[in-house]
């Protein structure tokens, strides 16, 4: 079946650590995105990707680092510079770059302790 | 400032009442405007894409309809699965960017 795949569900991160989060989609999809969601919040945008090797800030990017080197993959690295990490980070792909549906994954919950 | 809004923050409905969720959205050449279901702990479930005003579409009891600055979600008649948060995204001339608004917490209860 195509979709998108994150991993881990859960992570646990102490402090002062990098901790890299999974995304994979097989859907042949050429934008993705990763969005942080906190608790009552919508979500926001950490970086997006509309084509392999080139990726844009979105709206909280400060602490965070991404890659795209293969279409099918958008890992995302939490830093030790992002203060406040614990969050619940969703991954999403869209077939064209602009006005077509995204899809997600189902989203890894990142806790630091 | 380009932005999305969604109202209300927080919505409880008893089963058979039916209401309205509302997006609003200050962007500048809308490229499509999506409505999601996200069920807790869960990823967002797309649901609907809209494209130009007065554009309308339906899905069993949910019925989204999209003006120039707004759109709204019609749920009629709910049951208690109805019950999740719906978000409301944007794609706009700005390229390539997928901007949500904060979403509205739906509680149906029996």
């Known amino acids: 079946d195509g979709g998108i795949t994150q991993s881990p569900k859960y992570l646990f991160r102490k402090e002062g650590q990098n901790v890299t989060l999974s995304c994979e989609q097989n859907?042949?999809?050429?934008?993705m995105y990763w969005y942080r969601q906190d608790p009552g919040q919508g979500l926001r945008l950490i970086y997006y990707?509309?084509?392999?090797?080139?990726?844009q800030k979105g709206d909280i990017a400060e602490g965070y680092s991404v890659s795209r080197e293969k279409k099918e993959s958008f890992p995302l690295t939490v830093t030790s510079a992002q203060k406040n990490p614990t969050a619940f980070y969703l991954c999403?792909?869209?077939?064209?770059?602009?006005?077509?549906?995204?899809?997600f994954g189902q989203g890894t919950r990142l806790t630091v302790v | 400032e380009d932005q999305v809004t969604q109202s209300p923050e927080a919505l409880r409905l008893q089963e058979g009442e039916s209401s309205s969720l509302n997006c609003s959205y200050t962007?500048?050449?809308?490229?499509?405007l999506f409505w999601y279901r996200q069920d807790p702990g869960k990823g967002p479930e797309f649901l609907f894409t809209?494209?130009?005003a007065g554009e309308e579409k339906e899905k069993e009891r949910l019925k989204a309809t999209l003006t120039k600055k707004e759109s709204f979600l019609h749920i009629t008649a709910p049951k208690p699965e109805d019950s999740a948060t719906y978000l409301c995204?944007?794609?706009?001339?700005?390229?390539?960017?997928?901007?949500f608004g904060q979403g509205t917490e739906l509680s149906v209860k029996p």
């Open positions: 999403a792909s869209t077939p064209h770059r602009l006005n077509t549906e995204a899809f």
């Open positions: 859907l042949n999809h050429d934008a």
């Open positions: 990707s509309q084509i392999v090797n080139d990726f």
């Open positions: 962007v500048s050449g809308l490229r499509g």
């Open positions: 809209l494209y130009s």
């Open positions: 995204a944007v794609v706009y001339n700005q390229g390539g960017k997928l901007i």
